[in-house]
Each structure stands twice: as structure tokens, then as C-alpha cells.
């Protein structure tokens, strides 16, 4: 359910390759492919690191 939730609030922002990512989750988890589902949380993991200071930035120019 959460990666479900995620693809649409990375699509959102703009975070186009983490809602990819979730999307993958999301079926990876689906069809109980539990070494796929770790394998794409570490990446996905790594990837809202990235993304999560970019929208900080974003929002703080915007409230500027």
C-alpha cells in the first residue's frame, strides 16, 4: 500500500524516477518476489535521499 501511495506523490513533485521505483516496489511486493522487494527498496531507499533536499530547496525559493 505504501509503495502504491508513493508513485503518485513522487509523480507529484517531480520525483519521476522514485514514483518509477515505488511503482516497481509495488510489484515486486505484489507478486511476493521478496528478493526483488529488497533489492528495489535499497535503490529507492537511495533515491528519496536525493530527492528529499531538491524539494526542500524548491519549497524554501518558493516561500522566499
Do not use: F, N, T, W
Given at each position: 500500500?505504501?509503495?502504491?501511495?508513493?508513485?503518485?506523490?513522487?509523480?507529484n513533485?517531480?520525483g519521476?524516477?522514485?514514483?518509477?521505483?515505488?511503482?516497481q516496489?509495488?510489484?515486486?511486493?505484489?507478486?511476493?518476489?521478496g528478493?526483488k522487494?529488497r533489492?528495489?527498496a535499497?535503490?529507492?531507499?537511495?533515491?528519496?535521499?536525493a530527492?528529499?533536499?531538491?524539494?526542500?530547496?524548491?519549497?524554501?525559493?518558493?516561500?522566499?
Open positions: 500500500r505504501e509503495a502504491h501511495d508513493l508513485v503518485a506523490i513522487a509523480g513533485v517531480g519521476m524516477r522514485l514514483s518509477a521505483l515505488a511503482r516496489l509495488q510489484h515486486a511486493c505484489q507478486s511476493g518476489d528478493a522487494s533489492a528495489v535499497a535503490v529507492l531507499a537511495a533515491e528519496a535521499e530527492l528529499v533536499p531538491l524539494i526542500r530547496d524548491y519549497q524554501a525559493a518558493k516561500a522566499a
